[in-house]
């Protein structure tokens, strides 16, 4: 063995000039030697003795090239990571056996966190060789240019350097990334150009998967390394269950299955909902959008559940809304458990929430987080890339050049935060270092293989990345072949009061260890546990758990007390707490106020008053507002009271109708005239009166019968004499009653002798066509029951099972499963069948809660809802839930792409016959219409849109003579709002609408009309109507909405297009169906008796053929 001392300095050899191409004979012979040199040390002391003559040659540079987060609004952590590469890159290149004759350099690049930026500067680097530098040569005191106490790119951009291969040369050999989303955009590329790549921070557990992932290793550790942490925890305090709260199952889901995974291998019961089909084995709630609604939905469930500790598995922004929410809520006290590596102070941000700042950090305070533990607990260890810098010292070093005090994390006076992933960064430059001696030293790989990424130079690169092993900054860096990620240990911490985080204790499976730095503190009952001592596994304390309170009271989360609700609430089980009565609304959470006058709340937990609608008042605390009387109106909103008529009192003002709206709804009555529009009304003449009220001038005031108008004034006729009409000119003369009474004997005698000249003349033809009258009514009477028959099939039982989806299901549901139709989904198992009309109706008593939705189709190619018109859907479902308290597990959901078979047209056409059905049986219908516009035709679609649809009106139509207009609802950019009865009066007149066989018209009219397959139905609707005896809300709206108009809702013909060019023909629709009904069903002694037929003989499968996909394009 050769002493060290005797050795040449490395930094002086000419390896660069010695391995290059254009001395290969030199280059032959030392590769030569080098792999006949003994491994290891030895090898660099043979070739430093005999590369001793080449002192003085220039140090050969090897680049790497790093997109890094300097600025950007998701996390600017890039100066701070940078800051702990270089102090290693200085390390390694004073290092005299790693590197020697190499100076390993790092161009940095701002990849702002995004995954756009990211993928642009990858590809300059990897096809231009340009590489867009973050401010070289620039000291930090100079990056905040504007002094806002902020870098930002607009700070940054001006310093920033376009760099060539003229000074990054040779080309790169590997690539430093950070951010999750950069590295799952760039690493099939970089794998594909077999470049080299090792993340510094991306923790997103997708990335551990190879198979999507080839090629790709991190220095930090994913954050499913925090499930078995958290849990462990968890169970430590006592706490046998937890409740988790997940993200969307895109990119949440595998963190789920994990944590399900976790609990179940220790012991501890996951608390919620079963969401199995969507994430593997999990059980607990979700917010899978950036929603306050859907927020204070997981709130509520949150009160139910009382679980203490609370696993939230998502980004700040959403913890935040949901900690929120909770706070609404009053439910304190709970150990919220997160990630540790979201910036410090996340929870106070509340520009993004309705609370304060104090208010969120009160709810975060005591909760525990879990992070990678970033330094290593044996400091004195020297690093394996350096040759004497100990751990210590390089953590000392990185507070150093920050200006900040160790361990002060607190932003620097330079406009950044300190990032603890600068050790993970420095791993990753050591790795890369180690990498770079094992191939070009200890192998003898040409850098030549490397630059050009030669499929040899790249094998070696991977073989030698896998079996990375080392001591670094946070631990022991070790991989094991065909995994991205190094085996590590994670750190839990707890958000103390006074905003402090306490180190707690180290988590590396299956050992959680106690480090005895202080005390856990909780404040429920001053629970205050010690986390020691150092090395113990378990601690002496267990988290107190929530009571359990009676039926009929609520808890206090505050106090863990029970007691009854105040004045003016009500316990509602489905919401575990107190809730305002109808007729009052919440000010405040726990404060309720009756509703003022013109205003209504009509059920339990109502959070704001409803104006009534104009024709209606309301006194202060009602239920409901109440229709203006005849002879009152009003024309606002809100009304406390109706405004009377002016002449109402003398007895000569009224309405026409309850509710009206305006002065000019007041005319004068019968008997008297006047100016209209509510003018002043006199009343007629003497013995004078008017036909109808409203009249408009004296000269419709007419005579009384048995009086004549003359000189202006009416007058009695003369004894024996009257007037039989109002406009009759004379008095006519009564006939003396002698001769009235012998006239009547006289025709009485003469009838009999006529009538019995007839009878026997024509007794037996009348006899025949008295028999031939009987055959032709009993035919007619025949032919009404049918067709009756066969409308009242259509509608009071299904033609094809009904298929739901559970709400928890349709709340998590993607858009790409969404476009899986109902096969994709039927396939998966997310849909539930109901067979028949009766399965359905034992269903509901149990229970079963159905929501309709209603919407219009907006494109001529794409199947269903845009992705506009979903988010809206799946708010608007979440909302109806939460308004009306139903369960989620209980609730069900009717959509038409998922409900209705989109590939087989005859069993497609089943379901489409029962779409009546459907619709009437829904507990709510939500009409879905956000303004948007038409994919194709770039129309407007909205609500005005959606009313012009005719298969839109039949689903509203059925629903309201059902059910009434109750339940029925509009979900808009406006929010959730009950349909009105206006509302729901216009769009039933169905055939006013629009359809598109219309609009193409009927191919030239060689196919039928898609109206007049809705003829069936419509009928059985409007018999059922009349024949009903059941006073339901259904009922009411037939009988006060459909009967008062019906021959615009049965309209006897209509207009059939030919062709586009606008030409019509007038074609029988409901003809004389609807008098021919109402004479059958008012006849005395009939009633309907059903007969055998088929309701799906009418309409064809092929009449059917293709309405389906266009029902509801524009």
């Known amino acids: 063995r050769v002493p060290t001392s005797t050795w040449p300095a490395p930094s002086l050899l000419p390896w660069p000039l010695l391995l290059s191409p254009s001395r290969p004979r030199v280059a032959f012979g030392l590769r030569r030697l080098f792999a006949m040199a003994p491994l290891g040390t030895f090898r660099v002391v043979c070739l430093s003795v005999l590369f001793g003559f080449f002192s003085g040659s220039a140090v050969q540079p090897?680049?790497?090239?790093?997109?890094?987060?300097?600025?950007?609004?998701?996390?600017?952590?890039?100066?701070?990571?940078?800051?702990?590469?270089?102090?290693?890159?200085?390390?390694?290149?004073?290092?005299?056996?790693l590197l020697p004759g190499y100076e390993l350099k790092v161009v940095w690049q701002d990849g702002m966190c995004s995954k756009a930026r990211g993928r642009t500067?990858?590809?300059?680097?990897?096809?231009?060789?340009?590489?867009?530098?973050?401010?070289?040569?620039?000291?930090?005191?100079?990056?905040?240019?504007?002094?806002?106490?902020?870098?930002?790119?607009?700070?940054?951009?001006?310093?920033?350097?376009?760099?060539?291969?003229?000074?990054?040369?040779?080309?790169?050999?590997?690539?430093l990334s950070a951010c999750a989303g950069t590295c799952m955009d760039i690493a099939y590329i970089a794998y594909k150009a077999r470049y080299p790549m090792v993340s510094n921070a991306a923790t997103r557990p997708a990335l551990s998967d190879r198979r999507t992932?080839?090629?790709?290793?991190?220095?930090?550790?994913?954050?499913?390394?925090?499930?078995?942490?958290?849990?462990?925890?968890?169970?430590?305090?006592?706490?046998?269950?937890?409740?988790?709260?997940?993200?969307?199952?895109?990119?949440?889901?595998?963190?789920?299955?994990?944590?399900?995974?976790?609990?179940?291998?220790?012991?501890?019961?996951?608390?919620?909902?079963?969401?199995?089909?969507?994430?593997?084995?999990?059980?607990?709630?979700?917010?899978?959008?950036?929603?306050?609604?859907?927020?204070?939905?997981?709130?509520?469930?949150?009160?139910?559940?009382?679980?203490?500790?609370?696993?939230?598995?998502?980004?700040?922004?959403?913890?935040?809304?949901?900690?929120?929410?909770?706070?609404?809520?009053?439910?304190?006290?709970?150990?919220?458990?997160?990630?540790?590596?979201?910036?410090?102070?996340?929870?106070?941000?509340?520009?993004?929430?309705?609370?304060?700042?104090?208010?969120?950090?009160?709810?975060?305070?005591?909760?525990?987080?879990?992070?990678?533990?970033?330094?290593?607990?044996?400091?004195?260890?020297?690093?394996?890339?350096?040759?004497?810098?100990?751990?210590?010292?390089?953590?000392?070093?990185?507070?150093?050049?920050?200006?900040?005090?160790?361990?002060?994390?607190?932003?620097?006076?330079?406009?950044?935060?300190?990032?603890?992933?600068?050790?993970?960064?420095?791993?990753?430059?050591?790795?890369?270092?180690?990498?770079?001696?094992?191939?070009?030293?200890?192998?003898?790989?040409?850098?030549?293989?490397?630059?050009?990424?030669?499929?040899?130079?790249?094998?070696?690169?991977?073989?030698?990345?896998s079996n990375t092993d080392f001591e670094g900054v946070q631990g022991r860096v070790k991989f094991v072949p065909g995994e991205a990620d190094p085996k590590g240990a994670v750190i839990i911490q707890q958000l103390q009061p006074g905003g402090v985080l306490l180190d707690v204790a180290s988590y590396k499976h299956p050992v959680l260890t106690f480090l005895g730095n202080g005390d856990l503190m909780f404040p429920l009952d001053n629970e205050i546990f010690h986390a020691g001592p150092a090395g113990a596994t378990t601690i002496s304390g267990n988290l107190t758990l929530y009571t359990i309170c009676p039926i009929d009271q609520v808890l206090d989360f505050s106090t863990n007390k029970c007691h009854t609700c105040p004045v003016n609430e009500e316990f509602t089980e489905s919401a575990g707490s107190c809730l305002c009565i109808a007729g009052f609304y919440e000010v405040v959470h726990g404060i309720c106020s009756k509703c003022p006058s013109g205003s209504f709340s009509a059920s339990v937990g109502t959070l704001e008053c409803k104006l009534c609608d104009v024709g209606k008042w309301s006194a202060e605390g009602s239920t409901a507002c109440s229709f203006c009387p005849l002879g009152t109106f009003i024309g606002t909103h809100g009304a406390s009271e109706c405004t009377v008529c002016p002449q109402l009192n003398e007895g000569l003002h009224t309405t026409e109708a309850i509710a009206s709206e305006s002065l000019a709804a007041c005319i004068c009555v019968i008997g008297a005239y006047g100016d209209g529009d509510g003018g002043s009304c006199k009343s007629c003449p003497?013995?004078?009166?008017?036909?109808?009220?409203?009249?408009?001038?004296?000269?419709?005031?007419?005579?009384?019968?048995?009086?004549?108008?003359?000189?202006?004034?009416?007058?009695?006729?003369?004894?024996?004499?009257?007037?039989?009409?109002?406009?009759?000119?004379?008095?006519?003369?009564?006939?003396?009653?002698?001769?009235?009474?012998?006239?009547?004997?006289?025709?009485?005698?003469?009838?009999?002798?006529?009538?019995?000249?007839?009878?026997?003349?024509?007794?037996?033809?009348?006899?025949?066509?008295?028999?031939?009258?009987?055959?032709?009514?009993?035919?007619?009477?025949?032919?009404v029951q049918e067709t009756v028959s066969r409308g009242l099939a259509t509608i009071e039982d299904f033609g094809h099972p009904m298929v739901l989806m559970g709400a928890n299901a349709f709340s998590s549901l993607t858009v790409d499963q969404l476009r899986g139709l109902h096969e994709?989904?039927?396939?998966?198992?997310?849909?539930?069948?109901?067979?028949?009309?009766?399965?359905?109706?034992?269903?509901?008593?149990?229970?079963?809660?159905?929501?309709?939705?209603?919407?219009?189709?907006?494109?001529?190619?794409?199947?269903?809802?845009?992705?506009?018109?979903?988010?809206?859907?799946?708010?608007?479902?979440?909302?109806?839930?939460?308004?009306?308290?139903?369960?989620?597990?209980?609730?069900?959901?009717?959509?038409?792409?998922?409900?209705?078979?989109?590939?087989?047209?005859?069993?497609?056409?089943?379901?489409?016959?029962?779409?009546?059905?459907?619709?009437?049986?829904?507990?709510?219908?939500?009409?879905?219409?956000?303004?948007?516009?038409?994919?194709?035709?770039?129309?407007?679609?909205?609500?005005?849109?959606?009313?012009?649809?005719?298969?839109?009106?039949?689903?509203?139509?059925?629903?309201?003579?059902?059910?009434?207009?109750?339940?029925?609802?509009?979900?808009?950019?406006?929010?959730?709002?009950?349909?009105?009865?206006?509302?729901?009066?216009?769009?039933?007149?169905?055939?006013?609408?629009?359809?598109?066989?219309?609009?193409?018209?009927?191919?030239?009219?060689?196919?039928?009309?898609?109206?007049?397959?809705?003829?069936?139905?419509?009928?059985?609707?409007y018999y059922e109507g009349i024949a009903s005896t059941v006073n339901s809300a259904g009922l009411q709206f037939f009988r006060e909405t459909i009967l008062t108009q019906k021959e615009a809702v049965f309209p006897q013909t209509f207009e059939y297009s030919v062709g586009t060019e606008g030409k019509t023909e007038t074609k029988e629709l409901f003809g004389d169906l609807i008098a021919r009904i109402d004479l059958f069903a008012h006849k005395p002694g009939r009633c309907l008796a059903l007969t055998s037929v088929d309701p799906h003989e009418s309409p064809t499968p092929d009449e059917m053929s293709d309405f389906m996909f266009e029902r509801k394009s524009i």
């Open 62 to 97: 090897i680049w790497l090239t790093a997109i890094q987060p300097f600025t950007g609004e998701d996390w600017d952590a890039g100066v701070s990571m940078r800051i702990g590469a270089e102090i290693l890159l200085e390390q390694v290149n004073a290092n005299p056996i």
């Open 121 to 175: 500067l990858f590809l300059a680097n990897l096809f231009d060789t340009t590489y867009n530098v973050f401010a070289p040569g620039r000291s930090l005191t100079e990056l905040d240019a504007d002094k806002s106490g902020v870098i930002t790119s607009a700070d940054t951009q001006p310093m920033s350097e376009v760099w060539n291969a003229t000074i990054v040369s040779p080309d790169p050999v590997g690539l």
């Open 213 to 465: 992932f080839p090629n790709f290793y991190r220095t930090i550790l994913p954050d499913t390394f925090f499930n078995a942490a958290w849990i462990a925890m968890a169970k430590a305090l006592g706490q046998a269950s937890v409740t988790t709260v997940i993200g969307e199952t895109e990119n949440w889901g595998s963190m789920g299955t994990i944590i399900a995974n976790a609990a179940l291998d220790q012991g501890v019961e996951l608390m919620g909902h079963d969401l199995t089909t969507e994430i593997p084995g999990f059980k607990g709630l979700q917010i899978s959008l950036d929603s306050k609604l859907i927020a204070s939905s997981v709130a509520a469930e949150l009160v139910k559940l009382k679980q203490r500790v609370v696993i939230l598995l998502m980004f700040g922004a959403r913890n935040r809304l949901l900690m929120c929410e909770a706070h609404k809520r009053e439910f304190a006290n709970a150990v919220f458990m997160a990630f540790g590596w979201l910036s410090f102070g996340w929870w106070a941000q509340a520009s993004d929430t309705d609370c304060t700042p104090a208010e969120l950090t009160q709810m975060a305070t005591g909760m525990i987080t879990a992070n990678m533990m970033f330094w290593r607990t044996d400091l004195s260890t020297v690093l394996a890339c350096s040759a004497s810098m100990s751990v210590d010292e390089f953590i000392d070093e990185w507070f150093k050049r920050q200006g900040n005090k160790r361990p002060d994390l607190a932003m620097t006076s330079d406009g950044y935060s300190p990032a603890l992933e600068a050790g993970t960064t420095a791993d990753a430059v050591c790795m890369y270092a180690k990498m770079l001696h094992e191939v070009l030293i200890n192998r003898g790989v040409p850098l030549s293989d490397l630059i050009g990424r030669s499929e040899i130079g790249y094998a070696a690169v991977q073989d030698a990345l």
């Open 686 to 783: 003497s013995h004078s009166t008017t036909t109808s009220a409203g009249s408009a001038s004296v000269s419709a005031c007419q005579c009384e019968v048995g009086y004549l108008f003359q000189d202006a004034s009416c007058h009695r006729c003369p004894f024996g004499q009257t007037t039989f009409l109002p406009s009759d000119t004379k008095c006519t003369p009564l006939p003396e009653v002698v001769s009235i009474i012998l006239a009547a004997f006289i025709l009485f005698f003469l009838s009999l002798a006529f009538a019995y000249l007839l009878h026997r003349v024509y007794k037996r033809r009348l006899a025949l066509l008295e028999a031939k009258a009987e055959a032709a009514m009993k035919e007619a009477e025949a032919a």
């Open 824 to 1021: 994709g989904n039927r396939d998966a198992h997310r849909l539930f069948f109901v067979d028949t009309f009766a399965k359905f109706r034992e269903l509901q008593k149990r229970g079963l809660k159905v929501i309709f939705l209603s919407y219009q189709w907006l494109s001529w190619t794409t199947k269903g809802a845009s992705d506009v018109q979903w988010k809206f859907m799946q708010e608007g479902v979440e909302q109806v839930i939460l308004r009306n308290g139903w369960p989620h597990d209980q609730t069900y959901v009717w959509l038409d792409i998922l409900s209705i078979p989109q590939e087989h047209r005859s069993v497609q056409s089943l379901a489409v016959n029962s779409l009546y059905v459907y619709a009437k049986c829904a507990d709510a219908l939500v009409v879905v219409c956000p303004r948007t516009r038409h994919a194709d035709s770039g129309e407007t679609a909205d609500l005005e849109s959606y009313q012009s649809r005719v298969w839109c009106r039949v689903e509203v139509l059925a629903r309201c003579c059902s059910r009434g207009f109750n339940q029925v609802y509009i979900v808009s950019e406006s929010g959730l709002v009950n349909a009105t009865p206006e509302w729901a009066a216009n769009i039933i007149k169905v055939f006013d609408g629009n359809m598109t066989c219309c609009r193409t018209g009927h191919l030239g009219g060689t196919v039928p009309c898609d109206r007049t397959t809705l003829i069936m139905p419509l009928l059985g609707l």
